[in-house]
């Protein structure tokens, strides 16, 4: 099992079918549109959690300034969930990328996640038609 840098990868296939479990309705040319879109952002930094080849989850992170990073994405495979994946990459991302603050806005599916991970969870009410958001924050150092 192995962390890598995918930021020049994301129009990978493999790395694509882990992103979409992380998207609302994914199609082909939605994944595609991000991929471009992340790749072209300087302040984007992307790695995968692999396993003998096998992209098992992935993390997309924003840098918003100074030591602040916001997921904008992170995803693990449907064989992989529940395993750590998602944790280590948060883990593996913060070290990697030295933040002292990394945020995560999310809904009802994934709160629990971030909860159990040591997030500080506030809700931001209903920012679309019958969905909750919560804003997730994680203090670090």
């Known amino acids: 099992m192995n962390i890598v840098d995918i930021k020049g990868n994301l129009h990978d296939e493999l790395i694509l079918s882990v992103i979409s479990h992380s998207q609302y ?7 595609n549109q991000l991929a ?3 790749e072209s952002d300087s302040t984007i930094s992307a790695f995968a959690y692999e396993d003998n080849g096998f992209i098992c989850g992935t993390i997309i992170l924003k840098h918003i300034g100074g030591e602040v990073f ?4 992170i995803a693990a495979d ?3 969930r529940n ?7 948060i883990s593996f991302a913060a070290n990697i990328l030295q933040c002292s603050v990394i945020k995560a806005e999310t809904d009802d599916d994934a709160v629990d996640f971030y909860r159990k991970y040591g997030f500080f969870i506030e809700s931001l009410g209903e920012k679309y038609p019958g969905i909750v958001r919560y804003l997730c924050t994680l203090k670090l150092l």
């Open 25 to 31: 309705m994914p199609t082909k040319e939605k994944l």
């Open 36 to 38: 471009d879109k992340y």
């Open 70 to 73: 916001e997921i904008v994405s």
């Open 78 to 80: 449907t064989d992989h």
């Open 83 to 89: 395993q750590g994946v998602a944790s280590k990459l």
